[in-house]
């Protein structure tokens, strides 16, 4: 069976690639039969969810939860949320339904979807690094500061004019402490100072370990710079990666908008 989904897969690649690229997405019927031998990891904002003028204000269109229950039973549960949100926030966003996750960009980690959560929590970031970070959100009305623990993220999409402001002084404060763990992660309109050594790409390699999503072949949809880490890793797993509204190097295929994304997945329960 596994030779068979990778001759599929292959097809599958094939038949993607052999298209017109910029066009190709993915034929969810070649994927129905193998839906058990399958891992589905999703990003969240801008993949599931369109993307909203402030985090707090995206909403889980009707139909969306019913069909990841479904696809989380079809798949004997490996399916995921890889998102840059914390747990915590994405089950608020869910609620009252709850999902395996890789979250906070790999920092925490649930691996069942019961309430006893197994999360494995990075480090807090230093308190005077965060400090003069949070600062940061006086260089303009309209700069939103989101406080994850692990990380700290500036959104700015309602005051898209201070990007250069931000990451000249994200620059600043990040030369004068040469010697802190950190990385930047530039988002749609989000700039998150994280610690580094963690990605959502060290997130999912560590949950393809465990059961259930291990020995299956990934499928990976995400839109943003940072799921581009785990396009990366998707060939190392034989896995399939697909990126949303612009094709990203290295994927098998993309999707428009997450509308296309809700479809795919509800085709996949339904392929009629
Ligand atoms: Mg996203």
């Not at 889980?60 to 998102?83: D, F, M, N, W, Y």
């Not at 790999?106 to 480090?123: F, T, Y």
């Not at 998707?234 to 399939?240: A, F, K, N, T, V």
Request: aromatic share 6%.
């Amino acid at each position: 069976m596994k030779s068979e989904l990778a001759d599929m897969a292959m097809d599958q690649k094939r038949t993607i690639l052999d298209g017109d690229a910029p066009d190709a997405v993915p034929v969810p019927h070649a994927l129905v039969p193998h839906l058990d031998e399958l891992a589905i990891l999703l990003d969240i904002d801008g993949t599931l969810l369109d993307l909203m003028p402030t985090p707090r204000e995206v909403w889980v269109p009707p139909g969306l939860s019913e069909t990841l229950k479904h696809l989380t039973e079809r798949t004997s549960g490996a399916l995921a949320l890889v998102s840059g949100r914390s747990l915590n926030d994405i089950d608020l966003i869910f609620a009252p339904d709850v999902f395996r996750a890789v979250a906070g960009h790999g920092a925490e980690m649930r691996l069942s979807a019961d309430n006893e959560a197994e999360a494995v929590h990075a480090p807090p970031l230093d308190k005077e690094l965060k400090r003069r970070l949070a600062a940061l959100a006086k260089l303009s009305p309209g700069i939103l500061l989101e406080d994850k623990g692990y990380s700290l993220a500036l959104h700015y999409r309602l005051a898209p004019h201070a990007e250069k402001a931000i990451y000249e002084a994200v620059s600043l404060v990040r030369a004068e402490l040469p010697n802190a763990p950190i990385e930047v992660l530039p988002g749609k309109f989000v700039c998150e100072i994280k610690h580094s050594g963690f990605t959502k790409a060290t997130g999912v390699c560590e949950l393809m370990k465990h059961e259930p999503f291990k020995g299956r072949r990934p499928i990976f949809i995400g839109d943003d710079v940072t799921d581009e880490t785990v396009f990366a890793i998707m060939p190392d797993m034989d896995g399939l990666a697909f990126s949303v509204g612009r094709r990203a190097m290295g994927v098998n295929g993309h999707f428009d908008a997450p509308a296309d994304v809700r479809a795919f997945l509800a085709r996949l329960l339904d392929p009629r």
